[in-house]
């Protein structure tokens, strides 16, 4: 699923405001244009960090959901502006 050489963070054990915090940071250390996988557990945390991100300016290009329902992969690309 996630492309070769693709940033990876696994929060599925943080909770918020936590699992903003933590996607941030590993945003913060890629250059402006990567893609950063997240991957996350339950709906506040994949409502919370989307829109957060959103409002940043980065761009939530694709949300998978597993097969348990309840853990989510969120494929992120960082603004150029961010």
């Known amino acids: 699923m996630s492309d070769i050489g693709m940033?990876?963070?696994?929060?599925?054990?943080?909770v918020c405001p936590m699992t903003?915090?933590?996607?941030r940071l590993a945003l913060d250390r890629l250059p402006a244009g990567e893609k950063l996988?997240?991957?996350?557990r339950g709906?506040?945390?994949?409502?919370?960090v989307?829109?957060?991100?959103?409002?940043?300016?980065?761009?939530?290009?694709e949300i998978q959901?597993?097969?348990?329902?309840m853990t989510h992969?969120?494929?992120v690309l960082k603004s150029p502006a961010a």
Do not use: C, W, Y
Request: net charge negative; proline share 2%.
């Open 20 to 23: 903003f915090v933590r996607t």
């Open 65 to 69: 959901t597993e097969a348990d329902g």
């Open 43 to 48: 709906a506040t945390p994949l409502d919370n």
């Open 50 to 61: 989307s829109r957060s991100l959103k409002l940043l300016g980065h761009v939530v290009e």
């Open 37 to 40: 996988l997240v991957r996350l």
């Open 7 to 14: 940033a990876e963070i696994d929060i599925t054990h943080e």
């Open 73 to 75: 992969r969120l494929i």
